[in-house]
């Protein structure tokens, strides 16, 4: 293992944490002095810029870009520290004027990750290639060419905030300034501000891609951007989306986020072949229980104690039907199961505890964890091994994939009480206000028990935007559907799709 995977097995993932238990819901900030960050060294870990040619296939055709490592300097202003970001980029050559040709930029989560689970799951020139066989170990694991890659449609900018990756902020200044969602969203439009200033692209259509925790980033700064009109913004893909989770984290008496998980439990159970799949597809026996779930599941969780033990029969056996869960244990549980429950007892009997990023990857209940987390060492040995034969040879042992901000509730949420009002989804709407090509497309894996399914659907049905200029798109997979080759596929059209307006219209 390599010292990139190693680092990366000591972040930790605020949405792994939000995937089950009470103490995942976003909470009030704490004082800045409790928030643990590192102050910067002296000299940037990236000396210069690197830029060298490059050529592939994305999107059936062929383009020739330049591949760029390079820093980009930060001094927001407003108390926030100045920052040395590095950034990978891929600028395609010739073909349309600077001002027309669309510039994407990329980033994850955390909080807070570098982009590298996007870079090389999906979105890069080269990817990490997921063999079919959940089981298949490390070596198997293996770089190839990515003809998903939406290089054809947009330049690509993957951001990687300060603290990781390459990103420091400057000698002497704390870091823990940014790690809030304002202060992290102002971050990155100072970034993609200056990035587009300094290539000479302050006029070309601006599209943002968040994942995960970055879906709160995409969302914050799209309403900072319309708030200023600094670049000329036309969407935000939200993958893995955490927009509203308030609404969906599985405290116990929030009866909508069981309702919001139910798809998911649903589809991993169908996967592993724990529901009667006879007579029907994956995507009607989905469309089934989500209707179960808005109507007779929903009614029967609102009752609590008043539900009959005649009803409370009733619907634990149809969760029991689209689970694979016992009635008895729903009765147990007064029909509350969470996603953490039934990753531990779908396949007890076997000793098997399921992924959490995937619920497809199994591994042995005795070493509990997240199965799927091979997924993780894999992204961050390929980008290892991309950055070297494509860069040279780089400060390895100090890029840090992931950057655990202290603890979970020291990050600020916006919220300082239990009256405050969350108003993440809001930001976009503003967006949506200022620019009337504005658009947005939500992505979920079915299988990721993270940011699921009906939580994205949720996030969609409840909002105020404009049902024309929003769309949808479901993949086989987890938090990184882009695993799985026909999802990466899809994934990249979707991209391609909604950077063109909904107009598969080529280059």
């Known amino acids: ?280 597809s994956f995507e009607a026996f989905i469309e089934e229980v989500t209707s179960f779930g808005e109507a007779e599941y929903l009614g029967a969780l609102f009752k609590g104690q008043r539900i009959t033990p005649e009803e409370l029969s009733r619907v634990a056996g149809k969760l029991e039907a689209y689970t694979g869960i016992p009635s008895a244990y729903y009765m147990e549980n007064r029909l509350r199961i969470s996603k953490e429950q039934f990753r531990v007892e779908l396949l007890k009997d076997q000793g098997l505890i399921l992924g959490r990023s995937d619920g497809r990857y199994t591994g042995p209940l005795s070493e509990g964890g997240d199965p799927s987390g091979i997924l993780q060492k894999a992204y961050a040995e390929g980008f290892a091994a991309f950055t070297k034969e494509t860069f040279g040879d780089l400060p390895q042992a100090e890029y840090v994939p992931s950057f655990s901000a202290g603890n979970f509730d020291a990050w600020g949420w916006g919220g300082a009480s239990p009256f405050a009002h969350f108003a993440y989804a809001e930001r976009l709407q503003a967006a949506f206000d200022r620019y009337p090509a504005f658009r947005v497309f939500v992505g979920t894996g079915y299988h990721d028990t993270m940011t699921t399914v009906g939580a994205a659907d949720y996030l969609v049905d409840q909002s105020d935007w404009p049902k024309s200029r929003v769309r949808s798109g479901k993949y086989i997979g987890g938090h990184m559907a882009y695993s799985v080759e026909s999802s990466a596929e899809a994934f990249g059209n979707d991209i391609r799709l909604w950077i063109r307006g909904w107009h598969d219209t080529g280059n």
Not at 56 to 67: H, I, K, L, R, S
Not at 193 to 220: C, M, Q
Not at 225 to 246: K, P, R, T, W, Y
Request: one cysteine or more; hydrophobic letters at 45%.
């Open 1 to 280: 293992m390599t010292m990139t995977a190693w680092r990366l097995l000591s972040g930790i993932s605020v949405l792994s944490l939000l995937a089950g238990c009470v103490s995942a819901q976003p909470a009030m900030p704490v004082p800045e002095a409790a928030l643990v960050a590192p102050l910067a060294e002296a000299a940037p870990l990236i000396a210069a810029d690197i830029a060298v040619p490059g050529s592939g296939m994305f999107g059936g055709v062929e383009v020739n870009y330049t591949a760029s490592l390079e820093r980009v300097s930060i001094a927001p202003g407003k108390d926030l520290p100045p920052a040395d970001l590095v950034t990978i980029s891929y600028v395609a050559e010739a073909g349309a004027a600077p001002d027309d040709r669309p510039v994407l930029f990329i980033f994850n989560g955390g909080p807070i990750s570098a982009s590298l689970w996007l870079h090389m799951g999906a979105l890069g020139p080269q990817r990490v290639f997921v063999p079919e066989d959940l089981t298949a170990s490390l070596e198997e694991y293996r770089l190839v060419a990515n003809p998903y890659s939406p290089l054809d449609a947009a330049d690509l900018v993957f951001f990687d905030p300060a603290s990781t990756g390459f990103s420091q902020v400057a000698e002497g200044e704390d870091a823990s300034k940014y790690f809030s969602i304002e202060t992290d969203a102002a971050q990155f439009v100072a970034f993609a501000n200056a990035w587009l200033e300094k290539h000479g692209r302050d006029g070309a259509p601006v599209f943002i891609l968040g994942e995960s925790y970055g879906t709160h980033r995409a969302a914050e700064a799209a309403g900072q951007i319309a708030g200023d009109g600094s670049m000329n913004l036309q969407g935000v893909f939200l993958m893995g989306q955490a927009v509203n989770i308030i609404e969906y984290s599985q405290r116990k008496q929030n009866i909508l986020s069981y309702i919001a998980s139910l798809p998911t439990l649903a589809a991993i159970a169908w996967d592993l072949g724990k529901v009667d799949q006879q007579g029907r």
